[in-house]
């Protein structure tokens, strides 16, 4: 279960990478930063994570 949820973490971060890359608007850079910070809670075991699509 965790590593599923890692693995579409990391899915979400690397689309808006890409998006960031062509397109080059902050939003994006913005939501790759908060998807790291969701990554760090999971893999440190916050258990207070909740994460949302």
Known sequence: MKKS???SIL???NDYRILYL??????YADV???VLRKL???VN???KVMFKH
């Open 32 to 34: 790759m930063k908060v």
């Open 45 to 47: 075991n916050d258990d």
């Open 22 to 27: 062509w397109f080059g608007d902050e939003e």
């Open 11 to 13: 899915d979400i971060y």
């Open 40 to 42: 760090a809670m999971i």
């Open 5 to 7: 949820l890692i693995d």
